[in-house]
Nanobody, 118 residues
């Protein structure tokens, strides 16, 4: 059974920082591209950051220079360090594991709420 479990969300003031973590089980972690998505109320889910096993990390323009995605294949975890948070970063953040080799595989965590407010 595949599980992606996010943690680290919460309430933070503008300009503050949070670190989200996602622990994966039930998959061969190194074979998957790991992503963080977010969904704000009334908006579509959007891709925030991507980290392949090998290659370049990709960020949404609005978070470049503020967010950093990283993965630890030994621990089967992916993290999102979020600095200089803005109210518009408020959303539910989802961890995603995706593989398009030898089939289509797409797994999601349950989400963790991030609220940026004074």
């Amino acid at each position: 059974q595949v599980q992606l479990v996010e943690s680290g969300g919460g309430l933070v003031q503008p300009g503050g920082s949070l670190r989200l973590s996602c622990a994966a089980s039930g998959i061969t972690f190194s074979l998957y591209v790991m992503n963080w998505y977010r969904q704000a109320p009334g908006k579509q889910r959007e891709l925030v950051a991507t980290v392949p096993n090998v290659g370049v990390k990709i960020y949404q323009d609005s978070v470049k220079g503020r967010f950093t995605i990283s993965r630890d294949n030994a621990k089967n975890t992916v993290s999102l360090q979020m600095n200089s948070l803005k109210p518009e970063d408020t959303a539910v953040y989802f961890c995603n594991a995706r593989r398009r080799v030898q089939g289509n595989y797409d797994y999601w965590g349950q989400g963790t709420q991030v609220t940026v407010s004074s």
